[in-house]
């Protein structure tokens, strides 16, 4: 695994960083019982990034991927690069950007 899609990279941001992070996660996906395999943890890192309005700054997908183990989120398919969660469809990020 490169150092890019290392979950273990998250804990090497600075603590500032790091709530931010946690935060945007808390306030913008809501959890579900089943994988959404429609966003993977590179579409995902990529929507944290372009909201600049809540803090977003450009994160590795490794570093999204600790940020979503940090805040309770369990992996599917963690021998992948792109790694799916449990995310619903109503989550305030999708709602908001509809890409």
Same mark, same amino acid.
């Given at each position: 695994?490169?150092?890019?899609?290392?979950?273990?990279?998250?804990?090497?941001?600075?603590?500032?960083?790091?709530?931010?992070?946690?935060? *945007?996660?808390?306030?913008?996906?809501t959890?579900r019982?089943?994988?959404?395999?429609?966003?993977?943890?590179?579409n995902?890192?990529?929507r944290?990034?372009?909201?600049?309005?809540?803090?977003?700054?450009?994160?590795?997908?490794?570093?999204?991927?600790?940020?979503?183990?940090?805040?309770?989120?369990?992996?599917?398919?963690?021998?992948?690069?792109? *790694?799916?969660?449990?995310?619903?469809?109503?989550?305030?990020?999708?709602?908001?950007?509809?890409?």
């Amino acid at each position: 695994m490169s150092t890019q899609d290392d979950p273990n990279e998250f804990s090497l941001l600075p603590p500032e960083r790091q709530d931010i992070l946690r935060r *945007w996660i808390q306030e913008h996906l809501t959890p579900r019982k089943s994988p959404n395999l429609r966003y993977s943890s590179y579409n995902l890192k990529h929507r944290f990034e372009a909201d600049r309005a809540h803090g977003g700054f450009y994160v590795s997908n490794g570093i999204f991927k600790g940020a979503m183990k940090e805040c309770g989120y369990v992996a599917q398919f963690e021998d992948d690069t792109n *790694w799916i969660f449990s995310i619903s469809n109503k989550s305030k990020f999708i709602i908001e950007t509809r890409w």
